[in-house]
T-cell receptor, first 113, second 116 residues
Framework: ETGVTQTPRHLVMGMTNKKSLKCEQH?????MYWYKQSAKKPLELMFV???????ENNSVPSRFSPECPNSSHLFLHLHTLQPEDSALYLC????????????FGQGTRLTVV | AQSVTQPDIHITVSEGASLELRCNYS??????LFWYVQSPGQGLQLLLK??????LVQGIKGFEAEFKRSQSSFNLRKPSVHWSDAAEYFCAVGLISNFGNEKLTFGTGTRLTIIP
């Protein structure tokens, strides 16, 4: 149990579908993150939320839409995805202020068909 | 911008043998350094971290890493590997942004295979 829970663990969706990934952290952290892990590429930071406010968007296409309703929950809304968006999507949380590390969820394996 | 290089894509070692995974980073100041491990189909688990102080840090599962500023390296070591250590290992550099949150830059990972 890492303290960061992601659902679903696996998702297959068509290019015209709309789906959402959910992340919940039970660690009392104040920052949450979405990372994308594709084969043979480094983990890519997608979005950062600090104190429920989006503070970073690393040039992610608009077909990915994050939402952070409170400090414990983070969503990634997906619509009209492309096959190259198939990847493992990892959520993480941390408590900024020095001497802290990010805790990761187990990820959602997304396949776009 | 910071960057992380893990020069070994895949390493195979025999069970019981020693292990060293290499990591080099590029960053203008002293960074926060991390090693994470990922088993197939799983998320990332923190093995150890370096923020300041003693340059030799101990982690979980018998791993250690040494920060060498002169070489910009943070290599991961284990004196005797176990079959359960087979996984993908990621080195990461962290920095605190203007907003106070932590940005991690990851290397491409090293896949470790253990043979009997």
């Amino acid at each position: 149990e890492t303290g960061v829970t992601q659902t679903p663990r696996h998702l297959v969706m068509g290019m015209t579908n709309k789906k959402s990934l959910k992340c919940e952290q039970h660690l009392g952290h104040n920052a949450m993150y979405w990372y994308k892990q594709s084969a043979k590429k480094p983990l890519e930071l997608m979005f950062v939320y600090s104190l429920e406010e989006r503070v970073e968007n690393n040039s992610v296409p608009s077909r990915f839409s994050p939402e952070c309703p409170n400090s414990s929950h983070l969503f990634l809304h997906l619509h009209t995805l492309q096959p190259e968006d198939s990847a493992l999507y990892l959520c993480a949380s941390s408590q900024f202020g020095g001497n802290t590390e990010a805790f990761f969820g187990q990820g959602t394996r997304l396949t776009v068909v | 911008a910071q960057s992380v290089t893990q020069p070994d894509i895949h390493i195979t070692v025999s069970e019981g043998a020693s292990l060293e995974l290499r990591c080099n980073y590029s960053y203008g100041a002293t960074p926060y350094l991390f090693w994470y491990v990922q088993s197939p189909g799983q998320g990332l688990q923190l093995l150890l971290k370096y923020f300041s102080g003693d340059t030799l840090v101990q982690g979980i599962k018998g791993f250690e890493a040494e920060f060498k500023r002169s070489q910009s390296s943070f290599n991961l070591r284990k004196p005797s590997v176990h079959w359960s250590d087979a996984a993908e290992y990621f080195c990461a550099v962290g920095l605190i942004s203007n907003f106070g949150n932590e940005k991690l830059t990851f290397g491409t990972g090293t896949r470790l295979t253990i043979i009997p």
